[in-house]
C-alpha cells in the first residue's frame, strides 16, 4: 500500500535518533536502529479497478520494516491480500502478494563528509524495488535516483527521492517518479502516546506510451491520523489517485479517493 517509499513508521519515527550528517569521526554506525511490525489493514474503495467493479473493498496484512545500519538506510514490506480468501474482495483471484525494497546509500557516510546544505541534512543515492506476486502482468521495477532527508518548517524531516524508473520486465526506461514522505507527531498524551500526521506523495512523470502507459503521468497522496503507543497503532488514511501508475482514468478507474484502516503491532 505504501510507496515508497517512502513512509515512516511510528516505531521508526519515535526511535530513531536525531541525525548527525557528519561523519568525518569514521564512525558510520553512530546512528544505527533497527524496527518491524505488522499491519492489518483494510481498504476501501480500492484503486485501480475496473470501473463497473462490484467488489471495491479488501483486507491484507502488512510486513514493515525499516532501519539504519552504516552507509546504508533501509525501508520495506510485504503486503499478503485477502486473508479471509473472500469471494467479494477486490483483490480476489488476483496476485496475493506485493513487496516493495527501497534501499539508500549515504553519501554523507560513504565519503566521510558532511554534504548538508541549509535545510538538506543528509545526502543519498536513492533505490526503490517493486515486485508483484507474479499472476498475470505483474509489476517487476527498479528506481535509481538522488535522495534527502530535508528540514521543513513545522514537520520536521522529510524525504525526498527523485528516481529514474527501468521495467525490469520489458528491460527498458520508462520516465521518473519524485516521492516526498513525512512523519509528524503533534499530540502528546500524558501516559506518552501520541496522535501524528503521516503520509507520503508519489508523482510518476514522463512515462511512455510504448511502455503500457496511458497517461504521461500521475501518482497518489496519502495522508494518515494515527494513534501510537510504544507497542500499538491505529489509524484511518485518506489516499487520492491522478492517473495513478500511468493508468488514464476511464474504462480502468485510476482517479479518486480510496480509505485505510490500520491497526499495527510494533517489534
Known amino acids: 500500500m505504501r510507496k515508497s517509499l517512502i513512509a515512516l513508521s511510528a516505531l521508526a519515527a519515535t526511535a530513531m535518533p536525531t541525525f548527525a550528517a557528519d561523519y568525518s569521526d569514521g564512525d558510520i554506525h553512530k546512528n544505527d536502529y533497527k524496527w518491524m511490525q505488522f499491519n492489518l489493514m483494510y481498504s476501501i474503495d480500492q484503486l485501480p479497478r475496473d470501473k463497473d467493479a462490484v467488489d471495491k473493498n479488501h483486507d491484507f496484512l502488512e510486513m514493515e520494516f525499516g532501519g539504519r545500519s552504516g552507509i546504508f538506510d533501509l525501508y520495506g514490506y510485504v503486503d499478503i491480500f485477502n486473508l479471509s480468501e473472500k469471494d467479494n474482495s477486490a483483490k480476489n483471484n488476483q496476485a496475493k502478494s506485493y513487496m516493495k525494497f527501497a534501499p539508500r546509500m549515504s553519501l554523507d557516510a560513504l565519503t566521510g ?10 545526502v543519498y543515492v536513492s533505490t526503490l524495488f517493486s515486485w508483484g506476486g507474479g499472476a498475470g502482468d505483474y509489476v517487476n521495477n527498479g528506481f535509481v535516483g538522488l535522495g534527502a532527508d530535508v528540514m521543513v518548517p513545522w514537520f520536521g524531516k522529510v524525504g525526498v ?11 527498458d526506461w520508462n520516465g521518473y517518479q519524485t516521492s516526498v514522505n513525512w512523519f509528524k507527531p503533534f499530540f502528546f498524551f500524558e501516559n506518552k502516546s501520541f496522535i501524528s500526521y503521516q503520509g507520503y506523495i508519489d508523482w510518476q512523470f514522463g512515462m511512455r506510451e510504448s511502455m503500457g502507459a496511458s497517461s504521461s ?11 501510537h503507543s510504544n507497542q500499538y497503532s491505529v489509524g484511518y488514511g485518506l489516499k487520492s489517485y491522478k492517473n495513478v501508475y500511468g493508468i488514464k482514468d476511464g474504462a480502468t478507474k485510476s482517479t479518486g479517493f480510496s480509505h485505510y484502516l490500520t491497526a499495527a503491532y510494533k517489534f
Open 113 to 122: 563528509k558532511d554534504l548538508s546544505i541549509g535545510a538538506i541534512k543528509e
Open 161 to 171: 527521492n527523485t528516481y529514474a524508473l527501468y521495467d525490469i520486465r520489458q528491460k
Open 217 to 227: 503521468d500521475g501518482g497518489a497522496m496519502y495522508n494518515g491520523i494515527h494513534w
